[in-house]
């Protein structure tokens, strides 16, 4: 058996297809943040971009997303290559600090529910910003 492209390539080698499916749909990107000013500790909150699709827990616009959204950043185009601010689950973040991907990643286990159900994602956890203004702390972002 042949080892799987995330094993063998750089993340810069990936083809587009290849670094897309790197993301396993958690949607914890998707949640405003804030930062403790005394701390500098960064939290995500429960709270989800407007384009954030409660139901599906992805992005309702992607290919628009960073006309739609001049925050969302495309994270390929990522010029310093730091992801420290995605979290700790996140392959781009594990890969990238020579980490692998773990056993409920889909591409690990084939099926693309296995994020929800080993409760990484957001997945009926969140509201959205198009409904309320209202939001609480989520969880803190895990140190780099
Ligand atoms: S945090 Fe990473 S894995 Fe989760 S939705 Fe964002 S890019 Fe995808
Ligand atoms: S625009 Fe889409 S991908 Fe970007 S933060 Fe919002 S929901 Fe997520």
Redesign the pocket.
Known sequence: MSEPFWKTKTLDEMSDAEWESLCDGC?L??MHKVEDESSGDIYYTNL?????DLKTCK????SN??K??P??MSLRQNKYKDFNWLPGSCAYRRLSNGQDLLDWHPLVSGDPNTVHRADISVLGKVLSEKDTNEWTVAQKLDEP
Not at 59 to 62: H, I, V
């Open positions: 949607g990107c998707c989800a971009c407007r384009l954030f992005c309702s616009d992607y997303r960073t739609e959204v925050d969302c």
